[in-house]
């Protein structure tokens, strides 16, 4: 299923045919550096395209979004949504062969309208390594604002759309300055 289309690209469902494509970018150091959990064997990529190949676009659960040109429908990275009480966190993974060239943002841009679209008022939540300067580069531009590191989850917090509650309860969260 296409979730959506823009310029450049394509935002669908993962099929058996990205396997390759993912495992060599989940596997490479420029990528998987700052990423944690991910499943990076090919046998477990391969499991998880088939338990994620019809996910759906919704509110109700997450969703796992691939990323391909349009020109060729090749993988160059992925999207994973997750909703969860009326905040929606994004997570992504673009292959190192595909940076900065605009991807990221031109596909991140066109997901949250259309997420907004569903959930108007919902909060944007996206965490990254606070050592991922080209994430948090990727974020601000996208509109989020730096809410501060989150020692527990060894992340740098970033919203958009967020309540005063929220921007609140993280600061709650942050190490005391001067301790």
Known sequence: MIFLETERLRLRNVVPGDAGEMFDYRNNEICSRYQRGQTKDLPGIEQMICRRGEDTLSLQQPCLIGVALKATDGLIGEIVVMPNDETISL??????????????????????????????????????????RASMGLLTKLGYRNLGYIPSMESQAFGKWVKESTIEEIARLQPEKGV
Do not use: C, V
């Open 91 to 132: 997570g992504y993974t673009f292959s190192y062969k595909h940076h900065r060239q605009g991807y990221a943002y031109e596909a991140l841009s066109a997901l949250i309208l259309k997420l907004r679209e569903m959930a108007p008022d919902w909060e944007f939540i996206s965490f990254t390594h606070p050592e991922n």
